[in-house]
């Protein structure tokens, strides 16, 4: 079995991703690994190829910046790294998502158990999105529980946009891949950076969107949402991460929009049923 990862990144450096922290987090059990840096206006370039490890290939872009619809851009980005694998499978990573040194075995055992059954397409992690600081993360149907991150080469999948995936059934049709889930955590650090950080990244990606920039303000959240953290962060992460103390406190006169009123209800609606009704990029594999 050989195992690829891939992964894209612009700007990692002024943007504030510990995006070396997230390659080397599972760098152990991959046999090589696919960078694919666009044109940046900072030194990102220049830190990655700091990583003196033969398992590591970079490939260099530039952005389709007349491109701005629905993120598409980050779709093309992806594949543009996912179809250089040579690998079994192809572990896709983002920027700011690290997994747990504890858990690396496991993930790569998974693979070995699933690689000639056919039923299983994609392996899918559980995700933690901390939010505010490190001990805080997020809880609710609005922000994706569950997602596939790591796929076989030997089907035809690609990416409308850089969050999921599609397999091309016929020529004309797409679905979601066959997803097993093998109960390991994602950790999602990308709100745990600074506001300025998160604004200036709001600045640089929305127009892939064909939007104007968002307001980002970490006080502005559903308290109801915001959950303890009381495990163990991955070793490699844990002198990147803020040194607060404590749940994040938010605005406790914020006014929740629509969405997070609809969200409350599905929350009520999940505990009444016993259901999770979070969005799922995958079709589940018993």
């Not at 001990?135 to 946009?161: H, Q, V």
Request: with cysteine; proline share 3%; aromatic share 14%.
């Amino acid at each position: 079995m050989k195992v690829s990862a891939f992964t894209f990144i612009k700007n990692g450096q002024i943007l504030g991703y510990p995006f070396l922290e997230s390659i080397k987090s599972i760098l152990p059990i991959v046999d090589e690994f696919i960078i694919n840096v666009g044109k940046s206006e900072d030194d990102t370039l220049q830190i990655i190829k700091t990583l003196k490890d033969k398992k590591i290939r970079i490939i260099e872009s530039k952005w389709n910046d007349s491109m701005k619809n629905r993120g598409y851009v980050y779709g093309q980005q992806k594949m543009i790294s996912q179809f250089n694998c040579t690998g079994d499978w192809a572990f896709y990573i983002e920027g700011d998502e690290i997994y747990h040194e504890k858990d690396l075995e496991k993930i790569k055992k998974s693979m070995k158990i699933y690689l000639n059954d056919p039923n299983v397409e994609a392996i899918a992690f559980d995700f933690i999105h901390f939010y505010g600081n490190a001990n805080s993360y997020l809880n609710s149907p609005g922000w994706y529980r569950s997602e596939a991150r790591i796929i076989k080469t030997s089907i035809r999948s690609y990416a409308p946009d850089g969050l999921f995936w599609l397999v091309l059934s016929s020529n004309k049709k797409g679905r979601y891949p066959k997803a097993k889930k093998i109960g390991i955590n994602c950790f999602h650090y990308g709100w745990v950076r600074s506001e300025e950080q998160m604004n200036l990244k709001s600045t640089h990606v929305q127009k892939y969107w064909n939007d104007d920039p968002k307001i980002i303000e970490y006080s502005q959240m559903d308290k109801s949402i915001i959950k303890e953290f009381n495990g163990t962060h991955p070793d490699i992460i844990r002198d990147w991460l803020p040194k607060e103390k404590g749940l994040f406190e938010v605005d406790s006169k914020y006014n929740l929009s629509f969405k997070q009123k609809k969200h409350r209800i599905m929350i009520r609606l999940e505990k009444l049923f016993g259901i999770d009704l979070s969005k799922k990029h995958y079709k589940t594999v018993r």
